[in-house]
């Protein structure tokens, strides 16, 4: 039996629209809106027409539910300007990462939650009192992808296929998520990473805001979680210039342009030294780049973890991805390029057993 919503599901992860499927895998359009509703069901060799067309195994669609991802609870940037079908692509990647966890969830114990519910104060007072529950005091913000991990958010990569989607965080029941784009500047990674924290302390699914506002929120959040107002105040002198700015943003390891950003709301930069400095700071590269900036990318140390305890157990790669019915390339997609290898001899087997505890280090 062919399961309907998986369909659609593999489509829109693809960002095809029906009449373009149809084209693609020689199926009328007619019969896929019916196999999609489930009016009608596809004979076995239009599955595999199907599959070859969405780059999926033929097994994917004979799977049980998806518990896809809440659309409503993401609130994207820039939406306006992204096309509908990257967003709903991005989100259907999000489920298939978020079945990937329930995979790993069954075999591993991974950290509970511990994302605070602040209903809505100011961003500075939610970034503050997450720093104090977390105790990181006024220090630099350590590896941003640990730090939520550690705490209970199941972070994963988004497909370069979607170079226009910066990040998204959601919660899918009691659970977190945070998706991030690896095409960009690791400092830009760092600050999509708390722009996300933001939005689920502060936008949680009982607490629904979207839109420029929640944006701004978001942004003003991460600038002062990574930036901590005495911090800055204590490292970076007033009316400082470009280069003391470059200098002043390794401490942080954030970019230039949200030093100065977060300088200017601080009051260390006037509004005319604000205007002019960003104007230097992208003359020399700074507004799209991060020249001489950080090279070693923030990755996943749980699903690190996770496949080296699954390649001492014996399980390949590829079992897993067949168990979940997707190639190894889509998952591999999910896992912020960590090279996942598989075992060299003996047969592939599954996981089976007590769960193992995961040690993570912030």
């Not at 990473?193 to 009982?206: F, I, T």
Request: aromatic letters at 6%; charged letters at 25%.
């Amino acid at each position: 039996m062919v399961t309907p919503s998986r369909i659609t599901l593999a489509r829109k992860r693809r960002g095809l629209t029906l009449a373009e499927l149809s084209q693609r895998a020689d199926v009328s359009l007619q019969s896929l809106s019916n196999y999609e509703t489930g009016r009608t069901a596809p004979r076995h060799a239009t599955i595999g027409r199907l599959a070859t067309a969405l780059d999926f195994p033929a097994t994917f669609f004979d799977g049980p539910e998806i518990d896809e991802l809440p659309a409503e609870g993401i609130s994207w940037r820039a939406r306006t300007k992204t096309p509908a079908r990257t967003l709903d692509a991005a989100r259907a990647a999000g489920s298939l990462a978020a079945q990937l966890y329930e995979w790993i969830d069954q075999r591993f114990r991974l950290p509970d939650s511990d994302i605070p519910s602040l209903g809505k104060p100011d961003p500075e007072t939610a970034a503050e009192m997450v720093r104090t529950r977390w105790d990181l005091g006024s220090a630099p913000a350590p590896n941003m992808v640990h730090l939520l991990e550690a705490h209970g958010v199941r972070v994963f990569s988004l497909a370069p296929d979607y170079a226009e989607v910066d990040a998204f965080a959601v919660w899918r029941g009691t659970v977190p998520f945070v998706f991030l784009n690896t095409m960009k500047s690791v400092e830009r990674g760092r600050f999509d990473a708390s722009h996300e924290l933001g939005h689920l302390v502060m936008h949680g699914s009982d607490r629904q805001c979207t839109g420029p506002e929640a944006e701004r929120q978001a942004n003003d959040f991460a600038s002062a979680f990574l930036m901590p107002a005495s911090s800055v105040l204590g490292h970076m002198p007033a009316g400082a210039h470009v280069d003391q700015i470059i200098k002043g943003k390794r401490i942080w390891r954030v970019s230039a342009m949200a030093l100065t950003y977060r300088m200017h709301d601080l009051s260390l930069l006037t509004d005319w030294q604000y205007r002019s400095t960003c104007a230097e700071l992208s003359k020399r590269g700074y507004r799209t780049d991060e020249p001489q900036g950080m090279k070693k990318r923030e990755t996943s140390q749980v699903l690190t973890k996770v496949f080296q305890g699954l390649r001492s157990a014996g399980v390949r790669p590829s079992t897993v991805a067949a168990e979940l019915g997707i190639t190894v390339d889509e998952m591999n997609k999910m896992l912020f390029g960590l090279t996942i290898t598989s075992v060299d001899g003996g047969g592939e087997r599954t996981s089976e057993g007590p769960k193992r505890a995961l040690s993570l280090v912030t």
